[in-house]
């Protein structure tokens, strides 16, 4: 089964067909952090714009890559929830349009479960259940993943996303957008210890995340130095953020495998590319008995690939979508799709 897929749900402007799920044809991205980086952030009517101006073209050249014609199509995926709704809605509705004119199934799909199924692109042999990482820059998630399109949360942020305090004190550092890959950078160089940055715990939630008071701690850090005159160590505040993020995310991943009698682990989303997050899963899964699955950088971040992936087994599952499809702007990842 040959399947388009369509992803716009923030800043990446991104088409690709899959045969089968697993197989990718093609995987063409087209990147706006270019543009954003000026602002130090997305600007939401400016990446819909741009998805407005890029879409028509990156899916061309999806299928070109492929060595399809639209004709040889047997489905469109496209990602509804959750994300910008303005991003989204340019999806969306080229996606119902393009499926409406070749009469072809429209398959809407969860931005997340498309995050969790770059691991079946990349591990051939993984299959449900197993439990999930899913780190992006809007969304930190204990997945317990029952099935392809079973699934259940154990834990979430409570306030910012992993990803986010990434870009925040990324700008506190004066690193360019997008800050993650930037504070990697310059963390190999630092100190993971040069200084002590909170770790918060949610007393009834111990799966949940909590990064706001991290965020505040490395912009009070920085602004205590200036203040008093002092040099800042920013690859040694760098390394100390990235280790602190890792103490928050990696015990609890390991633990929600644990209580959801698990014995694999996965790990997807845009921070899952971080050296030191990647450096303590392995050894701590690996401590705690666990087959870890750790996707390759490339298919970390926003990309049509997992879209096209998860849009099979959406498939599979019976959920399609008529011309009556909206964009949601939040939407859990367990909630089942309704029309």
Known sequence: ???LAIESSCDETAAAVSLDGRTILSNVVLSQADMHAVFGGVVPEIASRRHLEGIAGVVEEALRR????????????VTYAPGLIGALLVGVNFAKA???????PLIPVHHMRGHISVNYIAFPELRPPFCCLVVSGGHSLIVDVRDYTDMRI?????DDAAGEAFDKAARVLGLPYPGGLEIDRLAKTGDPHAYKLPRAHVDDAPLDFSFSGLKTAVRNTAHNAAQRGEPLDAPGLAAS?????????????????????????CVAGGVA?????????ERES??????????PVSLCGDNGAMIACQAYYE??????????????????ISASFAP
């Open 315 to 332: 498939y599979l599952a019976g959920v399609r979508a008529g011309a009556s499809l909206n964009a949601r702007a939040t939407l859990p």
């Open 154 to 158: 154990l834990g979430t942020t409570r």
């Open 286 to 295: 690996a401590a705690a008995g666990l087959h870890l699955y750790l996707p």
């Open 66 to 77: 492929a060595g399809l014609r639209p004709d040889d199509l047997d489905a469109v995926g």
């Open 98 to 104: 393009y499926a409406l004119a070749r009469d072809l």
């Open 1 to 3: 089964m040959r399947i």
């Open 241 to 265: 953020f990235c280790e602190a993020v890792a103490d928050i995310l990696v015990p609890r991943a390991v633990e929600g495998a644990k209580r959801c009698g698990r014995d694999t682990l």
């Open 273 to 281: 590319a971080n050296s030191v997050l990647r450096a303590r899963l």
